[in-house]
């Protein structure tokens, strides 16, 4: 039976190109997911776009001279073309300045506040003494209160996972200029986290076998001191306060963290308009039936393992207190909060002004998207962190999706197509030949089942070995030898080509690019993996970019599907262009220390 299914990556900050770093925790991992889950036959939306609010937009744009729109925009546009060029399915990436997402943002804070779950506080904020500007949290640093690490920032340290005031941090200092901020009084709206203590914790108590161990050790630790948290912020940039007396304060703005994860519903909502049925959000929102997937580094897991649940409860008035649900209805819980660790490069942290990086974009201009995708799926950060190594992806590259996949597709279509043309008859199938169909065929079940809990490095493992035994069986079989038995020789060939197909469904949400160009040479036609676009919209006198798709037209489905004999094969091309030894050498001569 079909389900509604969301999948939910986490919304890039609008501050710079994205890196591989980032991609490998909140993007490659949901995209996976969602490709297998609609060859399943489910109904997938997924959702995100560019977070463009907060103070680290603002003092950027005042760097380069230009406003936080402005800088958005570019930013926006810049990530657009990354997603797009990782093959990223978003039935829409959106953006979080959007007069939708004001909307949406309003609504829920009304729908909290209205249920108790929000309440005003004169608080300690900190500014700039030269300049009497307001200092974002993230961007004051110091050492940490409670585990005593040496540069906490001043909304959560990343040692310990606590979240933080900036006034609470040991000897605080100033990121953008060194300076010692000084800290005034200023009156912001909290959102009480300690009322959602009991019902977060059956909550997640009841995610016990489900989710990863570390995600769900890490969440229940962190109900054991939970706190009000500012959701507001004295800044001109940003969602404004829906309140009388507050929704014209020129400097007084909802905090871009407490925006940010609501993103996910205004997306959809976005999305069912556009879609031309404005109320079809409800089948993933409001539906039982229907299951909710996040996608994310470890730092942002708070933020959607704790924080946005309590929202969804604080507005569905099933916090502590009670209360009523808001006026769109009730709102379904995350069932899954998938959290990557982090992916290092050359043993370093990726950092950008330390040149310690590789951007999307220039990735992509030199080396092919599924050998990324490959990649980060084998070897990526999804239980513990990893380190990228440039002689570890030329290594991969060459050794497994050159010589092991490439060259099972290249001489099994080659040696058919010119023996034959076409897919040649199988008859009289000995022990071998079965034996290898039926690895092939049963390995829907195993990879399917590691790819629906996540588990993409064991999921395009099992794939592989499919591969791998294709391989020997061919070496074992030598039809290339065979010059007097061509029903012999055609049997292999079909048989070879059998498992080409299947393996070629299995890869298909790690490698959806490499799986269109195998459907071709095996005589399909048209669109096999459905990929992403890129429209124009307006809303106003703004025109932006957002990503999107017809994804239910692809052919591709997760089941074993028998070839047919005297389909015509088409002319075998590369699947994966080898790559140099000096690209090694080339790569790291880019870096900086």
């Known amino acids: 039976m079909s389900r509604h299914i969301l999948t939910a990556p986490a919304w890039p900050y609008a501050n710079g190109p994205r890196h591989i770093g980032h991609v490998s925790g909140f993007a490659l991992p949901c995209d996976m997911f969602s490709r297998y889950q609609r060859m399943l ?17 603002q003092v950027q744009a005042d760097k ?23 093959g990223m399915s978003y039935d829409l990436f959106t953006r979080t300045s959007t007069e939708n997402h004001y909307a949406v943002v309003q609504e829920i804070f009304t729908g909290l506040h209205a249920n108790g779950y929000i309440f ?17 949290d993230r961007y004051i640093e110091g050492t940490c209160p409670i585990c005593g690490y040496d540069g906490a920032r001043g909304d959560q340290c990343d040692n310990c996972g606590n979240q933080l005031d900036p006034i609470d ?6 990121k953008i200029n060194g300076e010692t901020p000084e800290f005034v009084e200023t009156e912001h709206f909290m959102l009480d986290l300690p009322a959602f203590t009991e019902v977060l914790g059956r909550w997640l108590n009841g995610k016990q076998g489900e989710w990863r161990p570390n995600v769900l050790k890490f969440s229940l630790n962190l109900l054991e001191d939970l706190q009000p948290r500012a959701i507001s912020r004295d800044l001109d940039w940003g969602v404004p306060i829906p309140l009388d007396g507050w929704r014209d304060l020129p400097n007084k703005r909802l905090y871009v963290w407490f925006d940010a994860v609501i993103g996910y519903f205004s997306a959809s909502v976005e999305w069912a308009r556009r879609s031309g049925d404005p109320e079809r959000w409800r089948e993933w929102w409001q539906n039982p039936e229907a299951l909710a997937y996040y996608f994310m580094g470890k730092d942002n897991i708070v933020f959607h393992s704790e924080i946005w649940p309590a929202m969804l409860l604080g507005y569905n008035g099933e916090g502590d207190r009670g209360g009523n649900p808001g006026s769109l209805g009730a709102l379904n819980l995350p069932d899954e909060v998938v959290s990557s660790e982090f992916l290092t490069m050359e043993g370093k942290k990726f950092s950008s002004s330390r040149q310690v990086v590789i951007y999307v974009r220039d990735f992509l201009e030199r080396y092919d998207v599924d ?84 588990r993409f490095k064991n999921a395009i493992t099992e794939a592989f070995d499919v591969v791998r035994e ?24 079909h048989v070879a080509l059998q498992v080409v197909d299947d393996a070629k469904t299995l890869l298909t949400p790690f490698l959806p690019n490499s799986s269109q160009k195998v ?15 890129i429209d124009e919209v307006s809303e106003g006198e703004r025109t932006y970019p957002v990503i999107t798709g017809d994804y239910a037209s692809a052919q591709a489905r997760w089941e074993h599907r028998p070839i047919t004999a005297g389909t015509p094969l088409q002319r075998p091309v590369p699947l994966f262009p080898k790559l140099d030894q000096a690209v090694v050498e080339e790569e790291l001569a880019r870096l900086g220390d």
């Open 470 to 493: 294709a391989n020997r069986y061919l070496a074992e079989q030598e039809p290339w030898k065979i010059k007097d038995d061509p029903i012999r020789k055609g049997t292999i060939l």
């Open 120 to 136: 005003p506080k004169t608080t300690m904020g900190a500014i700039s003494p030269s300049t009497g500007r307001t200092l974002p």
């Open 371 to 454: 050998a990324l995708r490959y990649y980060i799926a084998v070897a990526g950060p999804e239980n513990q962190d990893t380190d990228f190594t440039w002689q570890q992806f030329v290594d991969r590259n060459n050794g497994e999706l050159v010589a092991q996949w490439g060259n099972l597709v290249n001489r099994s279509v080659s040696m058919a197509a010119k023996e034959y043309g076409a897919i040649p008859e199988a008859k009289d199938l000995t022990d071998a030949d079965r034996a290898v169909l039926a690895k092939a065929a049963g390995a829907y079940a195993t990879v399917g089942a590691e790819l629906s809990r996540s």
């Open 169 to 174: 941090l040991i000897n605080p200092v100033s």
């Open 519 to 533: 459907f071709t040479m095996l005589g399909g036609t048209g669109e096999w993996s459905g990929m992403p676009r």
């Open 41 to 57: 036959g489910n109904q997938v939306l997924m959702v995100s776009g560019t977070d463009e609010h907060g103070t680290p937009i």
């Open 64 to 86: 380069e001279g230009v406003t936080a729109r402005e800088l958005a925009d570019r930013y926006n546009r810049v990530i657009v073309g990354d997603l797009h060029g990782l």
